[in-house]
Structures are given as C-alpha cells and as structure tokens.
C-alpha cells in the first residue's frame, strides 16, 4: 500500500493569458484545513486562506509547475496541462527510493506522461470534490496563478487582466483586438488568433 499521497491538479487550461499552473501536494489529513473542495466553489479570499495555512503550516509538502503560453501554442494546451503537473511533481524532490511508497492522484482523465513507472497514478475524474489532497492542490495552482496575472496587470495594462484572470471574457477579447497580442497571450487561441 503507498503510504504517500500526493494530490496534483492544474488550473488555467480555458484562458487566452499566462501559464497554465499546477500544484502538487502532499497532505497531512491529521492538520488538514477546513473547507477543502474544488477551488471553484470557494470566495477568493477562503482560497487564500486555505492556501496560506497549507504553505506556512510546515505540516504538508506542497509544490507548483508552470507551463508557459510558448509550451502551450508549441505542444498544445492538454500536453502543456500535463507537462506542468509534471513539473509540480519533481518540484517536491523525492527520493527515488520513495517512489514504491508513493500514489499520485491526478485530477481528470488523463495520467502524467514522462514519470517514473515505479510511480502509481491513479486519475480521478472531478478529482478536487472527491479527494482531499487533490483539492488542495487546486487551491493553491489558483491562489497562485490569480496572483501571478494580477501581478501581470500592472505590467500589460487596460486588458482588465486583474478582474477576468485571463479568462476569454467579453472584456478580454475586444481588448486583445484593441491593444494587440502581448508576449503572454497564447497565439493558437481563439480569441486571440483573430488579432495576430
């Protein structure tokens, strides 16, 4: 039986700004905090604070992976969804001699391609309502990448990245056509193909 669960969710597969994030966690359930579900059922200001507690505690192992709008126009965005996931597993720095004792559970359909197969994977579908671990791993990927475009929005002004995050809103897209395509924005999108 692995004796290490590690949750592993992405978010930011549907947006026209930014890196597509993922987040790796390994959850201490004894001190696990409250109200853990999918990222999208909670305020902002729940998910930074489940977050906080699971980054600062010093009790879980938590990890992000990025892929950048580049690798996503360049492998597409599913590849580009796992190969983050990827990247937020190795970010947690395991011993290779853990990896009979660990189970990866991975939100979705589809399993991370390019690990160890002496890693387990296990994919759940609608992962973040079912599995803890996996909930917390989208909770803090959207803490973090909401933080990151907001971040991004004093950098690339009048695109109202701060409110939509990136998202293809009706805001978004007429601003794209107004203002043009900027270095983050993922050129094989609709929405912003039209302005290229």
Known sequence: MP???VGIDEVGRGCLFGPVVSSAVVLNEACAPEGLTDSKKLSPKKRKEISSKLLTSGKHKVSIGESTPKEIDQINILQASLLSMKRAFEDLGFDEKDYEDI?????????IPGLDPRLKQVTIIKGDLKDKAIAAASIVAKVFRDELVVDLDKEFP???????KGYPTKIHKEAILKLGVTSEHRRSFKGVLEAL
């Open 3 to 5: 004796s290490i669960i």
């Open 103 to 111: 189970e990866i559970r991975v939100d979705g359909n589809q399993k």
């Open 158 to 164: 009048g695109y109202g990245l701060s409110g939509h």
